[in-house]
């Protein structure tokens, strides 16, 4: 063996060695480098509206979670009101996401503004994820039907059943940035039956666009806009106004089982349809709700 | 030629001997409890990673905070996001060695008590830690069954507790996994 050859050999077996004598953490790192593990994102949101509209989140598998919507009156006629604090609009409602299926969860509620109910499904097509599968985003398709149940203003002519309805159909997609910043864009298609003019279409278009931004580990910062895409002159009218777009801003604080909403909004209605075609005050004309949301969970059953 | 063939075949053993004495798992479980009057928590994950070097009696262990999974969906949901931070810190390690060696005999089935010394690092903080293990060498001396009790101080690690205190400043963590030896791919 000549010298080169032997170096060769040593060098070899100590580069052999060097490389296994390598921590057992590393050896454990490599062992599950190959993991097929899924990390999904949660808690995009913190409660299943970002304020007033739908966000991507829905209660966990066999949970029903209760909301309480409350908007006081707008600050349109100042300390007379009490800043609004007269008037109230309120809007109850469970939601339920069915067991087995996770990815499908049905809801319903009342609310006082035009004795209206509302049915809601909203189903998952997508969930944010990284590692062994990936998606950028989250994605959710949702449906609200509303139905106002008023008494007819002219019972002596013919009224239709289907005159009382109005639907909201949403996709929603969604991305959670970091631990803090999440956003949300939810292209809107709307439909009301009844529309007074020619000129109004049953059905336009709107955009709304959301976000969180969770400053401290429970209280988050929201925010909310929308606004039609259709022209507005096709739009029907509320009361003889233009329907408008809607901004809201609030806070989420979260303690445990419940997570409070407080919010500042322009838009009077908490149910879909009527948020996207009822609203009509601007926050130029002090036309500002200050309002809130209560979510309760209650656990059903096992997590499994 | 034949001088090649030699380095070759003393590379292949040198990774065959070094491979032998070293077991591990993916499948390893750990299970956590906290209780308190407001609250009685469980969680268990069957997805930690574990491993074992016979000669060294080193031992270390790996596991994904957000695979542990509760009864129900929002603790699952708050242990990630207010206490954990798993996005921030996704994993909790252990890192150690066996303290009296020789008292543990792999090639002689039985049940054997041991001190294992080490570190544990949850929720970005590590902190030096001994417990005590159970080390069961089963017949066929391939598979190696270890346990292990301890309790975790929230404040250790710098987990920050609800005013209410709703969870334990103790919690008991049980570590549970079947070893078997490692194959080299």
């Known amino acids: 063996m000549t010298l080169t050859q032997t170096i060769n050999l040593l060098f070899l077996t100590l580069?052999?060695?060097?490389?296994f004598s390598q921590g057992l953490?590393?050896?454990?790192?490599?062992?599950?480098?190959?993991?097929?593990?899924?990390?999904?994102?949660?808690?995009?949101?913190?409660?299943?509206?970002?304020?007033?509209?739908q966000s991507i989140e829905a209660p966990a598998e066999n949970e029903l979670l209760f909301v309480i919507a409350h908007r006081f009156g707008s600050f349109a006629n100042g300390a007379y009101d009490l800043f609004g604090l007269d008037q109230a609009s309120i809007r109850t409602g469970f939601e339920y996401t069915l067991p087995r299926v996770d990815c499908f969860t049905i809801s319903f509620g009342r609310s006082t503004y035009n004795k209206t109910f509302d049915g809601g499904i909203k189903a998952r097509l997508l969930r944010q994820k990284s590692g062994y599968k990936n998606s950028p985003i989250s994605m959710s398709v949702y449906s609200n039907m509303a139905l106002s149940s008023l008494r007819w203003i002219n019972p002596d002519r013919i009224n239709y059943f289907s005159s009382r309805l109005s639907f909201a159909h949403q996709l929603l997609i969604a991305r959670k940035f970091s631990d803090k910043l999440s956003l949300q864009l939810s292209p809107t298609v709307i439909h009301k039956n009844l529309i007074k003019t020619s000129e109004e279409e049953n059905t336009y278009y709107a955009l709304a666009f959301g976000g969180r931004y969770r400053f401290a580990k429970r209280v988050a910062f929201t925010f909310e806009y929308s606004n039609f895409i259709t022209s507005v002159s096709n739009i029907p009218k509320v009361n003889g106004q233009t329907p408008i777009g809607t901004l809201s801003l609030g806070f989420d604080i979260e303690t445990g089982g419940h997570v409070f909403s407080l919010a500042f909004t322009n838009a009077k209605t908490m149910f879909d349809p009527g948020i996207y075609s009822e609203t009509t005050e601007s926050w130029a004309d002090k036309g500002v709700h200050f309002g809130f949301n209560v979510n309760r969970t209650f656990s059903l059953g096992k997590n499994n | 030629m034949k001088k090649t063939l030699f380095i070759l075949s003393l590379l292949t053993l040198s990774i065959i001997g070094n491979s032998q004495g070293k077991l591990a798992t993916k499948t390893a479980k750990i299970t956590f409890h906290s209780?308190?009057?407001?609250?009685?928590?469980?969680?268990?994950?069957?997805?930690?990673?574990?491993?074992?070097?016979?000669?060294t009696g080193e031992i270390a262990f790996k596991a994904l905070i957000k695979s542990f999974e509760f009864e129900k969906a929002l603790m699952q949901e708050h242990f990630n996001e207010n206490y954990m931070e798993s996005e921030t810190y996704p994993k909790a390690m252990f890192?150690?060695?066996i303290e009296d060696l020789s008292a543990v005999n792999f090639d002689q089935p039985?049940?054997?008590?041991?001190?294992?010394?080490?570190?544990?690092?949850?929720?970005?903080?590590?902190?030096?830690?001994?417990?005590?293990?159970?080390i069961k060498v089963k017949e066929d001396k391939k598979n190696?069954?270890?346990?292990?009790?301890?309790?975790?101080?929230?404040e250790d690690y710098n987990i920050k507790n609800d005013k209410i205190?709703?969870?334990?400043?103790?919690?008991?963590?049980?570590?549970?996994?079947s070893l078997t030896e490692l194959q080299k791919k």
Do not use: C, M, W
């Open chain 1, 25 to 53: 953490f590393d050896e454990l790192e490599e062992l599950t480098a190959d993991s097929t593990e899924i990390n999904y994102t949660t808690a995009t949101f913190k409660s299943t509206r970002i304020i007033n509209g």
């Open chain 2, 35 to 55: 209780e308190t009057p407001i609250e009685k928590i469980e969680a268990t994950t069957n997805q930690a990673a574990a491993i074992l070097n016979k000669k």
């Open chain 2, 165 to 177: 205190k709703n969870i334990a400043s103790d919690i008991d963590v049980n570590v549970n996994g």
């Open chain 2, 95 to 97: 890192k150690g060695k």
């Open chain 1, 15 to 19: 580069l052999a060695t060097n490389s």
């Open chain 2, 110 to 134: 039985g049940n054997y008590d041991a001190t294992v010394k080490g570190s544990l690092t949850i929720h970005g903080e590590t902190k030096p830690i001994t417990v005590s293990a159970k």
């Open chain 2, 144 to 154: 190696i069954d270890v346990s292990s009790n301890f309790k975790v101080k929230l």
